[in-house]
Structure formats: structure tokens, C-alpha cells
């Protein structure tokens, strides 16, 4: 902006400009001093600066609120299933109920209220079990049964394909057991692998 | 040893059940691929320059709508799409109110800021410091869903409204500090209007979003007057604007057709400083100087007397006091953060050390913001000895927002001429 239209501009116009000039300069450079004084980059402008959410799956006790806190509806909070930590039970207690009428995958067999688990039998006495995402709509169900009788193979994990990453996470603010944290935007998941169990696998 | 062999088992079965180890190993099978878990990545950097570059083409417009073509028309008309696009669209986060918090948890050393937060947060305070409160005019979402609603707006006596006034800074303040502690965001927490944008969320706040939209039909815009705590920033950086409003286009003729037309009670009267005898003026002075001072101890001492309270804004402090009522049996149960927390195995002393950690930061934090409130309420009665000598009506730098209504009703220039003409001044 400069000196108004229609008017000559003044000394006083001038300084009070070079007063603004330096103010606004001063304010950016505050601002970006504030992220050097967080021990971070000035600004965090790379993928690997950045941090979005996620939560962890050790921490995580299947409460039900990433299902019901998220701004989204359904959840950005799926469940996620690392394949191979799976033992491929016929009996899987992330699928089925406590005491299942049948073990067949008709509706009232199923511990997901929303059918968003497929299960198809690969070779005796082996099924897999897949999350179908759009369906799932993160209340830990499946979660808490693989994780008391199971090996803990499925788990919950933020999908930011779907996440706006919030300024708050409204589940991270809900979360009973702090398992959510700012995690890199370069290494954005809290995956389980097989590594953490085999090691202490009685075998 | 026989009869040992299946105890053992069972030892190992259940320690791998307390450890979550493997109970059933992964088949082998003779001819199965795994399916791999997908990681789909997060929102590009492209994105966030999107938004960049659309908050500042806005406040470009209504800068321009505001001093160069003088339109409520073309304000109003931004701020739908401001509000179709910030609001609606985009979610209404991240936006330049909330980044404050952002900017305050990298105070307090607990996050990066991201570029898009630094950029977020001082595009509209740098173009208050030139332009006024063009933010507020037609590019908050929040803004403009409380301005499209104003229908018939009550003027708010002068007492009323100044003492509501003071209320931003007690919400910067606070916000302030929740976030350099790390323990809440409250600004995105209690935004009223946040559940209305994404048509989701906890219903107190939907409720809370209605009903300010409903006082706001009478009484224009409560949440940018006396909620808001950025537009408390950016009416201190319109202060040194070098452009306020320019309500008559050549001279004023005191019509006061303007100060009915304010939504928002921004326009200074003339001689609007009430005109007392000069040394009964002076005296005033003297005593709100002196009281200065004392208000900011007060402050400061009342802000020390509340940190044990406000420390309950942080989960870990709510926690370690839930731990402790437990163990002193006040507690009637247990909580599912307290039994989530003793699953984890960890010790309760660390927990207490970090809990002490924050009561100290909220105590310093709580003793700052009961000063800095005391030099509000302070500043707040120097003001208002301050005389001014004033022969037009004028639109307050600080307190302006820029909505233009006050254009549509001057009747000096082209409206005026219209009515010379005999036609109808709109």
C-alpha cells in the first residue's frame, strides 16, 4: 500500500510507513524465532519436518472413542491388519464373539457391527481375515478380541489419506490412555510387526 | 519334572499373554502371498499452499473491496465464499484463530510450527498492521457466518461492551497458556461455530454455535466482539494502520446516519471523550497511574491463587490427582485413564514428577496471566481518561471490522447526489 491517492505524500506518511515496514518484519521474524526457540526448524516446510497424528497401538485400549471423537463421520481411525504377525485361525476372536452360534461368516457370527471384516478360507485349516476400510469405522471391536485371545494383529491406526490432521485431534484430547502423539509426516505410521512378539515368543 | 512340564507351559503361555507375544504362530502356507498393510501418506505440502495462497488472494479482495471500491455488496459476497470455502469446505482448521495456539506450544517448546501455521498466522496481522481488520471483514468463516446473520442490531450500552471487551483477553490469555503447557487447545475446543462448518462434533458446542448465531441476529457478531482472541491481536495491530474505514468520502456532515448503521458500536462520536474540567481530567489520570500497579499485583496474586485449578487443564495433572485420590481412597472407582495408565506398568513417581513439572509452568503461567489481566483492566481506565477532540464521526482503527455497512448508509458523495437528483439514495 502506498501513500493514499490524491494526497502528497508526508514525512509523517513516511516514517509512519517505515514504522509499519519494520513492525511487520519484526513480527515475522518473532514468529519464526519462536519455531528456532522450540529447537525445531525455523518453520517446518519438508515432509520430514512436518507431524501429523497418529495413535499407538501399544498404548491404545480399545475404549471406542477413535470411533466416536473424530471430527469425521465415519472415523479417519481404521483398523489395520499387519498380515503377517496373523496366526490365520479358523477361531479368530478379532472375527467372532465369544461364543459364536457357528463359525461361519453370517451376520450373526460376527463381532464387527459393520461386516467390515471379509473372511476367506485359504487352505486347512487356515482363513485370512481383511479389513475392508470404507466400511470400518474405527470402534475397536475386532481390536480388543485379537488382543485378549489373539496374537494382537490387528490394531488401530490413523489413515491420512482421510485425516485432516487438526490443529487439536479431537480424539487425542478424548483418549483415556494418551496413546496419541505428533509423529513425523515422513514416518506418519505406528505400524506392529511381527518382530516385537517373535522375541518373546515361547518357543 | 513330568507333572512341571505342562505348568511351565502354562507360565509361558500366560507371560506371553501379559507381553502380548505370539500365541498362534503364522501358518506356512504352500501357496498364499500375504497382503501387505497399506500406509497411504498424508496431505501434500501442495495442499497447504493452496490454502496460502487463497487466504491471501481473500484478504487481497476484501482489502481492496474495503478501501478501493468501498462495496458492502462485493464484502458480503466474499465473505459467503470465504465462509463456503474456510468454513464448509476446508473444515474451518487450520485457521489463523486457532494458530495462535500453534505458535504458543513452540513457545513453550513442545511443537514444530509448521510454515503453514507461520503463514496462517501472520498473513492477517500484517495486513492489519497496514490495512486494518480486512480478515475480519470478509475472510474468517467465523465472521462471516455471524455477520450474515445480523438482522436487527441492538446497540450494547457503552459500559456493557466496554466491560465485554475484556473478556478476549482473559480467553487469549488462557489459551495461551493451555497451549504453551501443552495440555489443551481450547480455542479449537470451544470454536461454536466449528460444528456448524463440519456438520459434526459434540452436540454442547453445535448447540452453543446455534444459539450465538441466534443472539446474533440482535446483537451483531458476540463472538468477534468479545470471544475472540486473535481478533484481539489484530485490533491491536490495526492500531498502527495507516487506513481506517473511510465512512464519508470528502467531508463529514454528522448526519450520524453511520453510527446507526455500526452492527458492532466502532464508531467514535465527536468529541466522544466526556468533557470534564481539565484538572478533575488530570486527577483521574493520576489515580488510574497509581492504581496501576496494584492492579497488577492483585492480578498477579489472584492469577497464583488459581494455578492449581488451572493446572487441571492438563490430562497428566487431572491423572496424577485421579492416582492419588485413589490411593488416599477419596476416589469412589477408578477411571479408565487411571486403569489404562496402571496396565501400562509404569511408575506412579514418574507420572508425579511430570506432574509437578506442569504445576510449576501453570503456576508461572497463571501468576503472568493474572498481571497481565491486571494491566488490561488498568489500561482499560487510562483510556478512559484519555480526552479526544473530535468534530466528525470515524471509524475506531481497533474496534472496526470492516463490514462496510456504515459505506451503504454515508450520504455524502454518490448517495447524496442521487438524492439531489430526486432518486432513491440507496
Given at each position: 500500500?502506498?501513500?493514499?491517492?490524491?494526497?502528497?505524500?508526508?514525512?509523517?506518511?513516511?516514517?509512519?510507513?517505515?514504522?509499519?515496514?519494520?513492525?511487520?518484519?519484526?513480527?515475522?521474524?518473532?514468529?519464526?524465532?519462536?519455531?528456532?526457540?522450540?529447537?525445531?526448524?525455523?518453520?517446518?516446510?519438508?515432509?520430514?519436518?512436518?507431524?501429523?497424528?497418529?495413535?499407538?497401538?501399544?498404548k491404545?485400549?480399545?475404549?471406542?472413542?477413535?470411533?466416536?471423537?473424530?471430527?469425521?463421520?465415519?472415523?479417519?481411525?481404521?483398523?489395520?491388519?499387519?498380515?503377517?504377525?496373523?496366526?490365520?485361525?479358523?477361531?479368530?476372536?478379532?472375527?467372532?464373539?465369544?461364543?459364536?452360534?457357528?463359525?461361519?461368516?453370517?451376520?450373526?457370527?460376527?463381532?464387527?457391527?459393520?461386516?467390515?471384516?471379509?473372511?476367506?478360507?485359504?487352505?486347512?485349516?487356515?482363513?485370512?481375515?481383511?479389513?475392508?476400510?470404507?466400511?470400518?469405522?474405527?470402534?475397536?471391536?475386532?481390536?480388543?478380541?485379537?488382543?485378549?485371545?489373539?496374537?494382537?494383529?490387528?490394531?488401530?491406526?490413523?489413515?491420512?489419506?482421510?485425516?485432516?490432521?487438526?490443529?487439536?485431534?479431537?480424539?487425542?484430547?478424548?483418549?483415556?490412555a494418551g496413546?496419541?502423539?505428533?509423529?513425523?509426516?515422513?514416518?506418519?505410521?505406528?505400524?506392529?510387526?511381527?518382530?516385537?512378539?517373535?522375541?518373546?515368543?515361547?518357543? | 519334572?513330568?507333572?512341571?512340564?505342562?505348568?511351565?507351559?502354562?507360565?509361558?503361555?500366560?507371560?506371553?499373554?501379559?507381553?502380548?507375544?505370539?500365541?498362534?504362530?503364522?501358518?506356512?502356507?504352500?501357496?498364499?502371498?500375504?497382503?501387505?498393510?497399506?500406509?497411504?501418506?498424508?496431505?501434500?505440502?501442495?495442499?497447504?499452499?493452496?490454502?496460502?495462497?487463497?487466504?491471501?488472494?481473500?484478504?487481497?479482495?476484501?482489502?481492496?473491496?474495503?478501501?478501493?471500491?468501498?462495496?458492502?455488496?462485493?464484502?458480503?459476497?466474499?465473505?459467503?465464499?470465504?465462509?463456503?470455502?474456510?468454513?464448509?469446505?476446508?473444515?474451518?482448521?487450520?485457521?489463523?484463530?486457532?494458530?495462535?495456539?500453534?505458535?504458543?506450544?513452540?513457545?513453550?517448546?513442545?511443537?514444530?510450527?509448521?510454515?503453514?501455521?507461520?503463514?496462517?498466522?501472520?498473513?492477517?496481522?500484517?495486513?492489519?498492521?497496514?490495512?486494518?481488520?480486512?480478515?475480519?471483514?470478509?475472510?474468517?468463516?467465523?465472521?462471516?457466518?455471524?455477520?450474515?446473520?445480523?438482522?436487527?442490531?441492538?446497540?450494547?450500552?457503552?459500559?456493557?461492551?466496554?466491560?465485554?471487551?475484556?473478556?478476549?483477553?482473559?480467553?487469549?490469555?488462557?489459551?495461551?497458556?493451555?497451549?504453551?503447557?501443552?495440555?489443551?487447545?481450547?480455542?479449537?475446543?470451544?470454536?461454536?461455530?466449528?460444528?456448524?462448518?463440519?456438520?459434526?462434533?459434540?452436540?454442547?458446542?453445535?448447540?452453543?454455535?446455534?444459539?450465538?448465531?441466534?443472539?446474533?441476529?440482535?446483537?451483531?457478531?458476540?463472538?468477534?466482539?468479545?470471544?475472540?482472541?486473535?481478533?484481539?491481536?489484530?485490533?491491536?495491530?490495526?492500531?498502527?494502520?495507516?487506513?481506517?474505514?473511510?465512512?464519508?468520502?470528502?467531508?463529514?456532515?454528522?448526519?450520524?446516519?453511520?453510527?446507526?448503521?455500526?452492527?458492532?458500536?466502532?464508531?467514535?462520536?465527536?468529541?466522544?471523550?466526556?468533557?470534564?474540567?481539565?484538572?478533575?481530567?488530570?486527577?483521574?489520570?493520576?489515580?488510574?497511574?497509581?492504581?496501576?500497579?496494584?492492579?497488577?499485583?492483585?492480578?498477579?496474586?489472584?492469577?497464583?491463587?488459581?494455578?492449581?485449578?488451572?493446572?487441571?487443564?492438563d490430562a497428566t495433572v487431572r491423572l496424577a490427582e485421579q492416582l492419588d485420590a485413589e490411593a488416599?481412597?477419596?476416589?469412589?472407582?477408578?477411571?479408565?485413564a487411571s486403569?489404562a495408565f496402571r496396565a501400562t506398568a509404569r511408575p506412579v513417581k514418574d507420572l508425579q514428577k511430570d506432574a509437578a513439572a506442569l504445576r510449576?509452568?501453570?503456576?508461572?503461567?497463571?501468576?503472568?496471566?493474572?498481571?497481565?489481566?491486571?494491566?488490561?483492566?488498568?489500561?482499560?481506565?487510562?483510556?478512559?481518561?484519555?480526552?479526544?477532540?473530535?468534530?466528525?464521526?470515524?471509524?475506531?482503527?481497533?474496534?472496526?471490522?470492516?463490514?462496510?455497512?456504515?459505506?451503504?448508509?454515508?450520504?455524502?458523495?454518490?448517495?447524496?447526489?442521487?438524492?439531489?437528483?430526486?432518486?432513491?439514495?440507496?
Amino acid at each position: 500500500m502506498s501513500a493514499p491517492s490524491g494526497r502528497q505524500p508526508t514525512r509523517r506518511g513516511a516514517l509512519g510507513m517505515i514504522v509499519r515496514i519494520a513492525g511487520a518484519v519484526g513480527l515475522g521474524a518473532a514468529v519464526a524465532s519462536i519455531g528456532r526457540w522450540a529447537g525445531g526448524p525455523a518453520a517446518a516446510s519438508t515432509t520430514a519436518q512436518r507431524e501429523v497424528w497418529q495413535l499407538d497401538p501399544h498404548k491404545c485400549i480399545q475404549c471406542g472413542r477413535c470411533a466416536t471423537a473424530c471430527v469425521l463421520t465415519p472415523s479417519a481411525v481404521k483398523c489395520v491388519h499387519a498380515y503377517a504377525m496373523c496366526g490365520y485361525c479358523e477361531l479368530c476372536t478379532g472375527y467372532f464373539p465369544p461364543d459364536p452360534y457357528d463359525l461361519t461368516t453370517a451376520a450373526e457370527n460376527q463381532l464387527c457391527p459393520t461386516g467390515a471384516i471379509q473372511r476367506s478360507y485359504i487352505e486347512d485349516p487356515y482363513y485370512e481375515y481383511i479389513i475392508d476400510e470404507k466400511l470400518c469405522i474405527g470402534c475397536g471391536k475386532c481390536v480388543k478380541g485379537c488382543a485378549a485371545f489373539g496374537n494382537g494383529s490387528l490394531f488401530m491406526q490413523v489413515r491420512h489419506d482421510l485425516c485432516l490432521n487438526c490443529n487439536q485431534c479431537a480424539i487425542a484430547a478424548a483418549c483415556p490412555a494418551g496413546a496419541y502423539r505428533r509423529v513425523s509426516a515422513a514416518h506418519p505410521y505406528l505400524l506392529k510387526d511381527r518382530s516385537e512378539n517373535a522375541k518373546e515368543s515361547p518357543q | 519334572m513330568k507333572r512341571s512340564l505342562p505348568t511351565i507351559a502354562l507360565v509361558l503361555v500366560l507371560t506371553a499373554a501379559a507381553l502380548g507375544a505370539e500365541r498362534f504362530p503364522p501358518p506356512e502356507f504352500t501357496n498364499h502371498v500375504l497382503p501387505t498393510t497399506t500406509t497411504p501418506a498424508p496431505r501434500s505440502v501442495v495442499a497447504d499452499m493452496v490454502y496460502i495462497g487463497a487466504l491471501a488472494v481473500a484478504l487481497a479482495l476484501a482489502a481492496l473491496f474495503v478501501h478501493v471500491l468501498r462495496s458492502r455488496v462485493a464484502i458480503v459476497v466474499l465473505a459467503i465464499v470465504s465462509l463456503g470455502y474456510f468454513g464448509w469446505f476446508y473444515g474451518g482448521c487450520l485457521c489463523p484463530v486457532g494458530a495462535v495456539q500453534n505458535v504458543a506450544q513452540a513457545l513453550g517448546g513442545g511443537a514444530v510450527l509448521p510454515v503453514l501455521v507461520v503463514v496462517v498466522f501472520l498473513l492477517p496481522l500484517i495486513v492489519a498492521i497496514f490495512v486494518g481488520r480486512a480478515f475480519c471483514a470478509g475472510v474468517c468463516p467465523l465472521g462471516a457466518i455471524q455477520d450474515l446473520v445480523v438482522i436487527h442490531p441492538l446497540r450494547v450500552p457503552s459500559w456493557l461492551d466496554g466491560s465485554l471487551r475484556l473478556l478476549p483477553y482473559a480467553y487469549l490469555g488462557l489459551a495461551v497458556l493451555a497451549a504453551a503447557t501443552g495440555s489443551a487447545y481450547l480455542i479449537c475446543e470451544y470454536d461454536p461455530f466449528l460444528g456448524l462448518f463440519r456438520l459434526a462434533g459434540p452436540l454442547t458446542i453445535v448447540i452453543a454455535g446455534l444459539s450465538l448465531l441466534a443472539i446474533g441476529t440482535i446483537i451483531a457478531r458476540p463472538y468477534c466482539r468479545w470471544l475472540c482472541p486473535y481478533g484481539l491481536m489484530l485490533s491491536w495491530a490495526s492500531r498502527f494502520s495507516q487506513r481506517r474505514v473511510k465512512i464519508a468520502p470528502t467531508q463529514c456532515v454528522n448526519c450520524r446516519l453511520c453510527e446507526d448503521a455500526c452492527p458492532v458500536g466502532a464508531i467514535q462520536t465527536p468529541n466522544s471523550g466526556r468533557p470534564v474540567p481539565r484538572h478533575q481530567g488530570r486527577g483521574a489520570l493520576a489515580a488510574t497511574l497509581v492504581l496501576l500497579p496494584v492492579l497488577v499485583a492483585a492480578g498477579a496474586w489472584g492469577g497464583k491463587l488459581l494455578a492449581p485449578t488451572l493446572a487441571r487443564l492438563d490430562a497428566t495433572v487431572r491423572l496424577a490427582e485421579q492416582l492419588d485420590a485413589e490411593a488416599s481412597g477419596a476416589a469412589a472407582g477408578t477411571t479408565e485413564a487411571s486403569d489404562a495408565f496402571r496396565a501400562t506398568a509404569r511408575p506412579v513417581k514418574d507420572l508425579q514428577k511430570d506432574a509437578a513439572a506442569l504445576r510449576e509452568k501453570f503456576l508461572l503461567g497463571s501468576t503472568l496471566l493474572g498481571a497481565f489481566m491486571g494491566l488490561t483492566v488498568g489500561g482499560k481506565l487510562v483510556s478512559l481518561c484519555r480526552r479526544t477532540t473530535r468534530t466528525t464521526y470515524e471509524a475506531d482503527k481497533a474496534l472496526c471490522l470492516a463490514c462496510g455497512r456504515c459505506l451503504k448508509y454515508c450520504p455524502v458523495g454518490r448517495g447524496a447526489a442521487e438524492t439531489a437528483l430526486g432518486g432513491a439514495a440507496t
